[in-house]
């Protein structure tokens, strides 16, 4: 990229507001077919967590309170706001979902949302340990 490309790009960040982190945040996978924001690293992020009863607890109430009503109560798919299109990703339960998401993964994809199939982004509603817990809830869902 020459100097007038990266002083388009410069500028295409300064108008989105986007800075330091949040820059970061969006490099990497940005652009894939799929939507995701993930960086580089997500793969071998690991939760802070350790996770036991009460963590998998809080996990399930975060999800039952903000992801059932697409994902279901199961994580199937199958709520009541599901986009049916969608319904293959927003399935939970496949086991060979934990192989392509591991924590890290799964930490992001909750933070940072995607527009298409649309997954809002809960970095502005939930903590980071709030996350964490529910990214410990899914993983339990993963049919063996």
Known sequence: MGSRGIMIVAACVLASGLTGFA???????????????????????????????QV?????????????????PGGLGDGPDADPDARPDMDLTNPRRADRNPDGVVFYKVW??????KMPAFSEELTEQQVW???????????K
């Not at 820059?23 to 939507?35: H, I, L, N």
């Not at 940072?112 to 199939?117: I, L």
């Not at 809830?137 to 993963?142: A, D, E, G, N, S």
């Open 23 to 53: 820059v970061a945040e969006r490099q990497g996978r940005q652009g894939t077919p799929s939507g995701w924001i993930l960086p580089d690293a997500a793969e071998e992020k690991q939760s802070p967590l350790t996770v036991d009863e």
């Open 133 to 143: 817990t529910v990214v410990a809830y899914v993983q339990t869902l993963r049919r």
């Open 112 to 117: 940072n949302g995607r527009r298409r199939p």
């Open 56 to 72: 998998l607890a809080a996990g399930r109430a975060v999800f039952k309170e903000k992801c059932a009503k697409c994902h279901g």
